[in-house]
């Protein structure tokens, strides 16, 4: 069983990245909002890499 990294999973991971970044110039509520956002799309583009493919 091969892993084929989709497209998708990098476009989730620099949502993340962004999400990130933006939060970095934000302060208080919103900055932590921002961060757990991206963490968690760096998070899911992460595991979308690693799940075998259906349509192999």
């Not at 900055?31 to 963490?39: D, K, L, P, Q, Y």
């Amino acid at each position: 069983m091969s892993y084929k990294i989709q497209k998708t999973s990098w476009g989730m991971i620099l949502i993340g990245l962004a999400a990130v970044l933006v939060g970095y110039f934000l302060d208080g509520v919103l900055r932590t909002g921002a961060f757990g956002f991206g963490v968690a799309f760096i998070v899911m583009g992460l595991f979308d890499m690693l799940r075998p493919k259906v349509n192999e």
